[in-house]
């Protein structure tokens, strides 16, 4: 154990082999964003590497986004557009369509994790009774940790999910 003693934060503490367990488990934030990358990475690519989209098949699809533009203002009247630019169609991978995902959703998803550990934290919650006993006590200290990674690996199967499409 270290000079400073047991913090009651860390369930593992003075423990090694499970001290580089809560380091994996411990996050930046409400959520573990490497986890979510991970895991949005190996659902959308299945684990194989992915070649970057044919420059061929990226000239197709500017003249496709083109024609589309200019066929939905004819059919609706209305301007593809706010600003008046040209829409423009970027081809990517499935890795990196999951990775500028996440990256959209991080705000909904950062919320809806504080809102998460809000709740189970907020007073009168049904294990207030609890708080004396030392097993609840580590499992609280656990499960605040998992929490985090079940989210991030959650959100990041989801993404991953969706780049597949």
């Known amino acids: 154990m270290g000079d400073g ?19 994996m488990l411990q996050s930046q934030g409400p959520l573990s964003w ?10 959308a690519t299945g684990g194989a590497s992915e070649a970057n989209p044919d420059p061929g098949e990226r000239i197709q699809l500017e003249q496709l986004s083109r024609v589309a533009d200019l066929r939905v203002a004819d059919v609706t009247g209305l301007p593809t557009s706010t600003t008046g630019a040209v829409v423009t169609v970027v081809p990517v991978t499935r ?10 959703y991080r705000p909904f998803l950062e919320r809806l994790s504080s809102s998460l550990s809000a709740a189970s934290a907020a007073p ?26 079940m989210l991030g690996m959650q959100s990041g199967a ?8």
Do not use: C, K, Y
Request: no cysteine; charged share 20%.
């Open 5 to 23: 003693g047991p913090t009651g934060d860390n369930p593992f503490e003075g423990l090694p082999f499970l001290g580089d367990l809560a380091r």
């Open 124 to 149: 009168g919650n049904e294990n207030d009774d609890l708080s004396g006993d030392p097993t609840s006590q580590l499992l609280g200290g656990i499960f605040s940790m998992i929490g985090p990674m």
């Open 158 to 165: 989801m993404v991953g999910h969706l780049a597949r499409r």
């Open 34 to 43: 490497d986890a979510a990358r991970q895991f949005a990475q190996q659902v």
């Open 95 to 104: 890795t990196e369509w999951a990775r500028r995902t996440l990256d959209a």
